[in-house]
């Protein structure tokens, strides 16, 4: 998988996503994000499918985008460990952040052939205005299919 | 962690500008706040319980992207809501303070928004307008909040929101409910945490922020999560289906005689339960003569206008050789068979296949379920043709289908992999239910 970080504000393109059929879960596919960094702000995040002929994903993308997915958002809460009150223990090290976006209600109809994607994230503050991606530190993401 | 009654967590869009209960939490959270003025550190006080998701220092004891999520936070809300007890038994008394429990903000409803009770300004107090505490709160703890790189909160600033109007949280129903269907706890959680990240970010304000529990509407938000993982126990979550790491896991820093999160899993040993109306409508006798029917019809009590998840249930379904596929509808003036078209119009509700096991491929009484097969006598895994329960979540197209007045009807048909109707006995089943929460 590799990432582009594509110049236009607040959005970050991944290729070579891996899309996996026959997982367990009920709901038809999930966008998986694993391994981001707690460093990173809560943000909007807007996921969609990169298709040869639909226009490019601009931050302002909206779901009205042929390729549009799915939105999500990252909250995040600090890794720790942290320091604490008198009397409490320090707060404990959570590790990696992983999430994960249902993206079933478009997969479907987008019908992506092969066993990778191309996707691409915009990434947006609460009031909308594009985050700078270089903050973004994500390890993996794939798509699974039931 | 033993509680005196087992109160139902209401939904706070059913408690009146007028109601003792919401007077009450006014009251308790000013109580609370009170104790923080005097001494911040007091662990009785708003700011302290509030600090505990993410206030003191660089650290916090909040789980997010984690397995832990729903657990940690059941008991963030336990260890906050005998805290607001404590201050109404204070305040009124103690059978007062028995009953009641922390409401929840059900945001996945059609044009939810943040309620009236979190959004006035001032609250009228027996004719006297008083500060809402229930729409802002201070923040009093020395650590610095970044709202994003180089954009600091002023620590001293009250906490605020964004702008939030009806479409805020469009969507978030639809994902919840997808959650809602999803058989493995870590899929559960995972999903159901993103439509609860978004209702953070697009709340704004502190909201956005791991200081978010300082604002109040905090709790009533994630009150309503609890609300989600409660509704998915109904349906998944004995104790099997959670890994043995996320029944382990202590949740710090409570102070309870057990914070291992495997003892926050049975609400009403927590002292609190949810509503459900459940509207049985069969029993084990009644199924012979519904076996030679094609048409089930289940007749459900009165449904609130306002709900937040409808559910037919099916219970202890044999497992059927063939497969069949079972189709809803609601509320139909004239019988439903396999020409009846499955749309809106028609008032269908959803299809639900059934897989067949097929012929039997071991000797005589391979396939047989005796009662001690079935079971496992706890040594083995159940038989793998013991019977098994079936939820269905239909909130959106039952919504869409019910007709006027208080009670409903839901029909059933059954049909084969090619659509040709069968008769009801090709699948057994003790009793179906529609559960409304």
Redesign the interface.
Known sequence: MDRIDTGRAGVVEFRGVPLVEGADHTTGAYLHLSGLSRESDSMLLRAFLLVPGFPAVEAGSGQEHPGYLADGAVYLSPSGPGDAPPGLPAAPDQGDYDMRLNVARRLGALAPPGPTVDVALTLRDPTGSPVDTSGFQIGRLEITRR | MASTAVVSRENIETWADDSPKLRLFRRAVEEMQKLSQIAV?DSRGYQWVAGVH?G???????????AHFLTWHRAYLLDMELKLRARIAEIADVETANEWRLPYWDWTVPNATLPKAFTDETYDDGGTQRPNPLFSQPYQLSQQI?L??GVLLNPQTPTWR?PVVPGTYA?LG??VE??L????FG?FS??V??P???V???T?GHM???RSSFDPIFWVHHANIDFQFWQWQQRQGGIGTFPQAVLDFEC??FQFADIRASAFLDTRTLGYTYTTVRSPVLDREAMPEVEEQTELTIRTGPIPDEFSRARINLHNVHHPEGPVVLRFFADRDAPADASTPTTAAERFLVDRAVLGHGPCPGAPGHCDPTPLAITGAGLRAPHHLAPFDIGITVTRSFRAALGPGPGHTVSMIALDEDGGQMPLSALRFDNATVTVT
């Open positions: 550190m993410g003191f220092g660089n650290g916090a004891f909040c789980q997010h992207g984690t970044f994003r790189p964004g969507g639809d994902l997808d959650a269907d999803e058989v493995q899929t995972d999903a945490e993103n609860h990240n978004q953070h970010v697009r704004g956005v922020t791991f710090q820093p």
